[in-house]
């Protein structure tokens, strides 16, 4: 059974990694990838990450953050700041998608995830988009972050960063959930809205994007 699930991660990881070797064997050097987390939710900031390895270079385990469980994605995420050759966090917060929309503000995100590397790619794989105003060669790989591992690394620490500022919010704005359901509509989130109304890090347009009335 031990060797049969080794020969499975095995294959997942040359899966993950196939991309980016057809890359570093053309010459190649700094592949990046980019994704972000926080689209969805009805509060907190819009969250991408950017991630360069080493040719070569993998981390173990790395995989779309929705397939890791928190403890696992905690691990990972500090093994691949530790052996990335440059990686990036970067946010855009509630006021901001208000005045752009979300779908604009994930795109911002990324493009600074990507301006904040501190060196410049030759390339970014960016899951299911194509970021603008980006002056290097890009590529949009639908699924990205269940098909490539630069990608994978970046819905890692993407996920794990604003899980944590979710955590903070928590506690600038307490009662509304926000460690648990992280600004997810959820059932108990909803309930804290209609007790206390919505705060300062509550993205007001969603009302207007479809979600729920929840601040009339």
């Known amino acids: 059974m031990t060797g049969s699930r080794e020969r499975s991660r095995a294959a997942r990881l040359g899966h993950l990694l196939r991309r980016e070797r057809e890359l570093w064997a053309a010459g190649t050097r700094r592949v990046a990838g980019v994704d972000e987390a926080g ?7 819009v969250v991408a990450a950017a991630v360069v390895f080493e040719p070569g270079e993998f981390v173990r385990g790395a995989d779309d953050s929705k397939r890791l469980s928190p403890s696992r994605r905690e691990e990972l995420a500090a093994e691949i700041r530790e052996r990335a050759a440059a990686w990036s966090v970067a946010r855009v917060d509630a006021l901001e998608i208000d005045r752009i929309n979300v779908y604009r503000a994930g795109l911002e995100a990324m493009r600074r995830a990507v301006e904040g590397l501190g060196c410049r790619p030759d390339h970014v794989l960016v899951d299911a988009r194509t ?3 980006l002056a290097v060669p890009q590529e949009a ?19 794990t960063a604003r899980d944590r500022m979710m955590a903070r919010l928590d506690i600038a704005y307490p009662g509304y959930g926000f460690a648990e359901h992280k600004g997810y509509p959820t059932e108990a989130h909803r309930e804290a809205l209609r007790r ?12 207007l994007l479809g979600q729920p009335r929840l601040f009339e």
Do not use: N, Q, T, Y
Not at 196 to 207: D, E, I, M, N, T
């Open 39 to 45: 689209v969805g939710p009805l509060a907190g900031p």
């Open 196 to 207: 206390l109304g919505p705060c300062p890090v509550h993205r007001r347009s969603f009302a």
């Open 141 to 159: 790989v639908v699924g990205g972050d269940g098909r490539c591992h630069a990608i994978a690394a970046a819905s890692i620490l993407a996920k």
């Open 131 to 133: 970021i603008p105003g």
